[in-house]
């Protein structure tokens, strides 16, 4: 079986891109509590230990918050400067930088990703400010002077490739120890977990999963599916909202997403239960193994968000353009 959570998960720099859209980073969230029943002292640890090893070189959500603030800059710094020689100040860089959801690091893993986290739901709800920010952007119309602008200025300034975005706003360490962690869970997962008694058991219990178009979904199928089906952001309620105000979509999919993961736990748990330990201490072999290279990567995230914080941000919320000298 060829996991859809792990396409998902790891494709487009690891990005949660059905679920989040073009908010590209690394999926996270292990926030809702777990069932009764469903956790224990080692379950726990395991999460807890290799959320905090990947963060020291995939970066903590502040850290990566960062590099979403470099990497608006490196894209759209010079369209900024040109719109605001145009006449349009108003122009924000910063508008579509990205927001990063909270670490999963186990979240490519089909076997051991953390047991019915919510990892879905909540890596929507860690970015929907910037959800609703392009949305609106999207729907938002210019007037024929500022759209003149607009063509003269995307004109006038090369583009920036992927690579030198990705060279500006994130360590190569972290890069290169990304994939190898994706590799390690991999390998895991194949010599541990049996990918055929898993999409059998699923396909098995499918039937305890409503969808609201009546779609038969499975093993390969379910991650996708929630993606596709994802509430407009407008419907999503950000970390701090109180469930009394969530949105009849909002309620639906997360209760959706409630009976696909208890299906999903079903059919893992025993492989999870029963190997926590050993992937555990794989988690601590990679760490020693990559003392030196976690290091440099720990280094390079101190460079962005030193480079971060002289662009205006210091964690916060909102619009940075004209807070600082950008040069």
Same mark, same amino acid.
């Given at each position: 079986m060829v996991s859809a959570r792990r396409? *998902? $998960?790891a494709g487009a720099v690891g990005a949660l891109v059905a679920v989040v859209g073009s908010i #590209?980073? *690394?999926l996270g969230s292990n926030a809702l509590p777990l069932r009764a029943g469903d956790s224990s002292a080692d379950t726990d640890q395991l999460q807890t230990e290799a959320n905090a090893v990947f963060s020291r070189f995939n970066g903590t959500v502040e850290q990566r918050n960062a590099s979403g603030v470099i990497q608006a800059w490196t894209l759209n710094g010079a369209m900024d400067q040109c !719109? #605001?020689?145009a006449g349009y100040p108003q122009w924000d860089w910063s508008a579509t930088r990205n927001l990063a959801p909270r %670490?999963? &690091?186990l979240g490519t893993s089909v076997f051991f990703t953390d047991p019915q986290g919510g990892s879905y739901s909540h890596a929507l709800m860690d970015v929907v400010d910037a959800s609703r920010l392009e949305e609106d952007l999207r729907s938002e119309e210019l007037s024929e002077a500022e759209t003149v602008a607009v063509q003269g200025c995307v004109k006038s300034t090369p583009p920036t490739s992927d690579d030198t975005t990705s060279q500006q706003s994130t360590p190569s360490e972290a890069v290169q120890l990304r994939s190898e962690w994706? #590799? !390690?869970l991999t390998a895991l997962d194949a010599k541990y977990g049996d990918s055929e &008694?898993? &999409?059998s058991c699923f396909r098995d219990r499918a039937d305890q999963i $409503? %969808?609201?178009d009546g779609d038969h979904l499975t093993a390969d199928t379910w991650v996708m599916y929630l993606g596709s089906h994802a509430p407009a952001g407008s419907d999503t309620p950000s970390t701090t909202d109180p469930p009394s105000t969530y949105s009849s979509a909002w309620n639906a999919y997360i209760g959706l997403e409630a009976d696909v993961e208890s299906v999903d736990w079903a059919c893992r748990s025993p492989v999870y239960e029963e190997h926590s330990d050993e992937v555990l201490d794989a988690v601590s072999r990679f760490a020693v193994d990559n003392a030196a290279a976690i290091a440099a990567a720990e280094d390079g995230w101190d460079t962005i968000v030193t480079r971060a914080a002289q662009l205006g941000f210091h964690g916060q919320s909102g619009s940075l353009d004209g807070q600082t000298a950008k040069n």
């Amino acid at each position: 079986m060829v996991s859809a959570r792990r396409k *998902v $998960a790891a494709g487009a720099v690891g990005a949660l891109v059905a679920v989040v859209g073009s908010i #590209s980073y *690394v999926l996270g969230s292990n926030a809702l509590p777990l069932r009764a029943g469903d956790s224990s002292a080692d379950t726990d640890q395991l999460q807890t230990e290799a959320n905090a090893v990947f963060s020291r070189f995939n970066g903590t959500v502040e850290q990566r918050n960062a590099s979403g603030v470099i990497q608006a800059w490196t894209l759209n710094g010079a369209m900024d400067q040109c !719109m #605001s020689e145009a006449g349009y100040p108003q122009w924000d860089w910063s508008a579509t930088r990205n927001l990063a959801p909270r %670490t999963n &690091a186990l979240g490519t893993s089909v076997f051991f990703t953390d047991p019915q986290g919510g990892s879905y739901s909540h890596a929507l709800m860690d970015v929907v400010d910037a959800s609703r920010l392009e949305e609106d952007l999207r729907s938002e119309e210019l007037s024929e002077a500022e759209t003149v602008a607009v063509q003269g200025c995307v004109k006038s300034t090369p583009p920036t490739s992927d690579d030198t975005t990705s060279q500006q706003s994130t360590p190569s360490e972290a890069v290169q120890l990304r994939s190898e962690w994706w #590799s !390690m869970l991999t390998a895991l997962d194949a010599k541990y977990g049996d990918s055929e &008694a898993y &999409a059998s058991c699923f396909r098995d219990r499918a039937d305890q999963i $409503a %969808t609201p178009d009546g779609d038969h979904l499975t093993a390969d199928t379910w991650v996708m599916y929630l993606g596709s089906h994802a509430p407009a952001g407008s419907d999503t309620p950000s970390t701090t909202d109180p469930p009394s105000t969530y949105s009849s979509a909002w309620n639906a999919y997360i209760g959706l997403e409630a009976d696909v993961e208890s299906v999903d736990w079903a059919c893992r748990s025993p492989v999870y239960e029963e190997h926590s330990d050993e992937v555990l201490d794989a988690v601590s072999r990679f760490a020693v193994d990559n003392a030196a290279a976690i290091a440099a990567a720990e280094d390079g995230w101190d460079t962005i968000v030193t480079r971060a914080a002289q662009l205006g941000f210091h964690g916060q919320s909102g619009s940075l353009d004209g807070q600082t000298a950008k040069n």
